[in-house]
């Protein structure tokens, strides 16, 4: 017999790198779960992304047990990460601060695909585009899916 889930919890933890403290430890802590169980099976699962910004899903059942999804990066930590800065422009309408081709666009989009909400690779691009916009980062050539 399937098991009652008892909640869920979503968290952006870098890869490799899961700990107690906050804002894991009491967001688990929460829910009953057995943190350091969760930092073990996490950083063993996420050793080969180590320093990346990796969403996770954890699913807590009622009997305190757990499982748990890693999803892809973020589109703007890989944004920053191929554009090379920092953070996005504060004014992302009047000034920008870098700029991206769509091949990198295509790369971002065809490795965000599972986690996103469309069929296309081209509308998955204008997705990640639109994200690059809202940061302030250009996307120079011309679309490929014309």
Known sequence: MAKEVAGFIKLQIKGGAANPSPPIGPALGSKGVNIMEFCKQFNARTQSQGGKVLPVVITVYSDKSFDFVVKTPPV??????????????????????????????????????????????ESAMKMVAGTARSMGITVTGEFPGN
């Open 76 to 121: 703007p930590v890989q944004l920053l990460e191929v554009s090379k800065q920092q953070k996005g422009s504060a004014e992302p309408n009047r000034r920008k601060v870098a700029s991206v081709t769509w091949d990198q666009v295509k790369e971002i989009a065809n490795e965000k695909m599972p986690d996103l909400n469309c069929f296309t690779l």
